[in-house]
């Protein structure tokens, strides 16, 4: 029998044995697959409900790139022209845009939810590796409690069914570390092919994100430290397994880029020697701490801090702090970056509410079991309610109204150019700030506001910056060589300088849509505008 590493449970109180056990809650985790069915049931529904804009790179660096690959069109970034991106992320999403196309299906509708749909099944793995740690580390009474704070946390709502490369990164890490032993309890015997799946997924997860390397060399080296078969682990396994996955990769990345690309190289040279990342802004060294991470957490960020504290498993949660201190150091920071080790905290939530739940409770039916419905004490259903209560309608209004607008515009034009109503368009706001190829699917003109580093002259503005700095000046001179587009899109902070000179040239305003309620990082941008040419 397995052991445990302090299970917060209670002995199981007097009670005949002969008494029939309840169902309600232990019959959803009573297997793996139940688990699974559940945790899949919630992220497909999750992925339809989120219907707002959060990243660029959700759609520039993974549907955009892989809808070239399926249909030979789609926009390829400064990134992909450098050699900083790999293509095995995107080519998954190019395989489902291939099956939609073969069956008839790449209609507006598929086209913005397939791959999200998609991505809610690789979530669902995560969440269930997320359950099957946290019962191998500590029993599972805190594995159903860590799952709990796992589909409750508004941000996991928000951002786990999104085509991140970050989602996927959060899912390979999860697994990853159930397969580690140096994760696991010294006394807990594991068998040795287990390391070297572990192994496997952290090579997958570095080839999609050269930055996993920050959380797969920290596992490497406390490996290292308590295995007993140093050279073993390091001639045998760490260096065939990863020369293979990484090899594999670049020959993926060969055939695509159609010459030898050394993406983790490239990442490396960009990203962190020469602070290319910075170029898209930067924060202070303290950023994680006092924003970042605490808003991705919110309110189970007591709960987290008191599961760390009482349960003593110091290799996670100092994985946390590594992952937080050197994400730090880099000037340009994102809530994305630090995503991997989100669920990891939200273990430390659900072993807080579990042993809460366990002390609390007047009767437990048996060690390890959990009924909320019918054994909850009062303070625990009080804590229920407020963590519902604060992340849900925070999940909620992130996920269905918040920075809507981007991606119903798109959606909008996509449909007008499927009846033939649309022959280009202008998009007069900063750089990737709507989906683009990927949800109108249609080979029209198209252009945007540039945005690339430029790394010939530093200090010198872009296209993007040159525009919002000064909206009238800059589409005054743009429009000296432009070729009239059919359609134009902008931000109504902008619209209402340039409507004048909107309406001057033709233009009509056809629909608006609401964006949202208050500033992310600019001027608040309350809505989209679309304008259409004369005659169209």
Not at 321 to 336: D, I, M, N, T
Request: hydrophobic content about 45%; charged content about 15%.
């Amino acid at each position: 029998m397995r052991q445990r590493h302090k299970n917060p449970t209670i002995p199981p109180p007097n009670q005949p044995t002969t008494q029939k056990p309840k169902l309600s809650k232990s019959f959803i985790f009573s297997s793996t697959k139940r688990v699974f069915a559940l945790c899949l049931a919630f992220r497909v529904v999750n992925a339809l409900l989120v219907q707002t804009y959060f990243n660029p790179d959700e759609h520039w660096q993974a549907l955009e790139v892989a809808h070239r690959i399926a249909f030979g069109y789609g926009h390829l970034t400064w990134e992909w022209k450098k050699g900083i991106r790999s293509y095995l992320h995107p080519v998954l999403f190019s395989v489902l845009y291939k099956v939609l196309s073969l069956l008839g299906l790449d209609t507006p509708w598929f086209m913005t939810r397939a791959p999200r749909l998609l991505q809610s099944i690789c979530s669902s793995v995560g969440d269930l590796y997320l359950y099957k740690l946290s019962d191998v580390l500590f029993g599972d009474c805190v594995a159903k409690w860590a799952l709990f704070a796992q589909l409750a946390n508004w941000f996991m709502i928000f951002c786990f069914p999104r085509t991140l490369s970050n989602n996927l990164e959060t899912v390979l890490t999860l697994i990853g570390l159930y397969h580690w032993p140096c994760i696991r309890d010294s006394s807990t015997k594991i068998p040795l092919v287990s390391r070297k799946w572990g192994l496997a997924i952290a090579a997958l997860a570095f080839s999609i994100r050269p930055t996993s390397a920050i959380i797969w060399v920290y596992v490497g080296l406390l490996e290292l430290f308590v295995t007993r078969d140093r050279l073993r682990f390091i001639f045998l396994e760490v260096v065939p397994i990863g020369v293979l996955v990484l090899g594999l990769t670049c020959l993926l990345d060969r055939l695509m880029y159609g010459s030898w690309v050394l993406v983790p190289l490239n990442f490396l040279k960009f990203n962190f020697l020469s602070s290319g990342g910075d170029y898209y802004g930067t924060h202070k060294w303290h950023w994680y701490f006092t924003q970042g991470f605490t808003v991705m957490l919110f309110t189970f960020l007591p709960f987290s801090v008191a599961g760390i504290i009482q349960s003593k498993q110091w290799k996670l949660s100092g994985l946390i702090a590594w992952v937080l201190g050197l994400y730090s150091v880099l000037g340009h920071k994102e809530f994305r970056f630090v995503l991997p080790v989100l669920p990891i905290a939200l273990m430390f939530s659900g072993y807080a509410l579990a042993k809460m739940n366990a002390s609390d409770s007047p009767n437990v039916e048996k060690k390890g079991s959990l009924n909320i419905h019918t054994r909850c004490p009062s303070k625990m259903q009080f804590f229920i309610f407020f963590l519902l209560a604060t992340n849900i309608p925070m999940a909620l209004y992130m996920s269905l109204i918040h920075q809507r607008g981007t991606e119903d515009v798109m959606i909008y034009l996509s449909k007008e150019a499927r009846n033939e109503k649309v022959e280009s368009i202008l998009f007069l706001m900063q750089c990737h700030a709507t989906p683009y190829y990927s949800t109108l699917h249609r080979n029209l003109p198209m252009r945007f506001l540039d945005c690339s580093p430029s790394s010939e002259e530093k200090g010198v503005l872009d296209e993007s910056d040159r525009f919002m700095m000064d909206p009238v000046s800059f589409v005054t001179e743009f429009a000296k060589n432009w070729s009239k587009p059919s359609h134009v899109v902008l931000f109504d902070s902008e619209e209402r300088l340039l409507r004048d000179f909107l309406i001057s040239h033709s233009y009509r305003e056809i629909r608006r849509f609401f964006h949202s309620h208050f500033k992310v990082d600019r001027n608040l941008q309350s809505s989209v505008v679309v304008y259409v040419l004369a005659g169209q």
